[in-house]
């Protein structure tokens, strides 16, 4: 018998999101990952494979300002990629939480990326 790895169970559970979520010019899709030291997201058109706008802990914006992976920072990369996409002329997206729980920091940022004027 094979035994379900943490790392496989998050890769199959993506999948699984990955499946429904597409992102189209209209609604671009707001992508999520979220590693040990750092969080970085994307508003990508799935129809030309194209990054629309982009924003992570390690972002020249935010690089003095935060330390560490805290809900603070994953709120700040959410208002940051929400002005982002506001310049970009980007209202809606559909989140892809990318098999991650929709808890914690994953809640901040998108909780932040709604305050910060995107609609989803």
């Not at 996409?85 to 991650?100: N, P």
Request: net charge positive.
């Amino acid at each position: 018998m094979s035994k379900i790895t943490p790392k496989k169970a998050l890769s199959l559970r993506k999948s699984r999101v990955r499946k429904k979520v597409n992102g189209t010019p209209d609604k671009p899709r707001l992508c999520v990952y979220r590693g040990n030291r750092h969080i970085y997201t994307q508003i990508i058109d799935d129809t030309q494979g194209h990054t629309l706008a982009s924003a992570s802990s390690l972002s020249a914006e935010l690089k003095d300002k935060i330390k560490g992976l805290t809900k603070e920072t994953a709120k700040q990369v959410g208002l940051l990629l929400a002005e982002k996409a506001r310049e970009k002329g980007i209202e809606q997206v559909i989140f892809d939480r990318s098999g991650y729980r929709y808890h914690g920091k994953i809640k901040a940022l998108a909780e932040a990326a709604r305050e910060g004027g995107l609609k989803f």
